[in-house]
């Protein structure tokens, strides 16, 4: 009786796998296209480039100037500001204070640029500091020093893709310096160049050296940072 059985599974089991034998194969397709983004991208915080911010100019209260539109963008830069300080004949350092953020919280210094062209061609990204610092009046602060230190790279994109940065320089007034370079097929996505890993590297990650010899008067000194973005990666 068991032996019976047995062979009625088996003769079954064959007659079902008849009936789902293919009959006949079509192939369908599947396809996306992208294409380049010419929208505004907010910028996003330095210490988690997924979370997006809104950041306080420091040194103007109607906010930062909106980042650039097109697939190849400056989305943000920080203004440093390094506060009041009691005037002194001693050569001093002075670090800027953090980046402040609209919720309250704080992050190192950083520009952010993002490249959404989709062509990896690379870009790089210079900065001149407009003259020395001055007062309104043109009162300028001799010898005055701005520096930058500890710079690094972030981004939720790949690392892989990183583009390159210059981790420490001071600057020369109304001198050019490339500081960041994403050769062919780095780059995409956006990228944070900020100045210190987090808050604790970032509170002396930007100095303004001042001489002791500078005739300091009880006024504000400014002066103004340009960044450039150039669609192509600097070459040697």
Sequence with gaps: MKKIVFTAGILIFSSVFLETA????YTSNGAVTFEADDSITKPVDPTDPEKPVEPIDPTDPDGPNPGTAGPLSIDFASSFQFGNQKI???????????????????????????????????WSLSVVQNGQFKTAENDVLEGASLSISSGKTTSVTDMLYAPTVTEAHTFVPDSEVNLVNAPEGKGMGTWIYKFGADETEGATAVKL???????KLAKEYRTTLTWKLKNVPETE
Excluded: H
């Design 88 to 122: 002194t004949s001693e050569t001093m350092d002075y670090y800027a204070n953090l980046q402040e953020f609209s919720s309250g919280s704080r992050g190192p210094n950083y520009v952010q640029v993002t490249d959404k062209r989709g062509t990896q061609e690379g």
């Design 22 to 25: 293919v009959a006949a194969e």
């Design 209 to 215: 050296n001042v001489p002791g010899r500078s005739v």
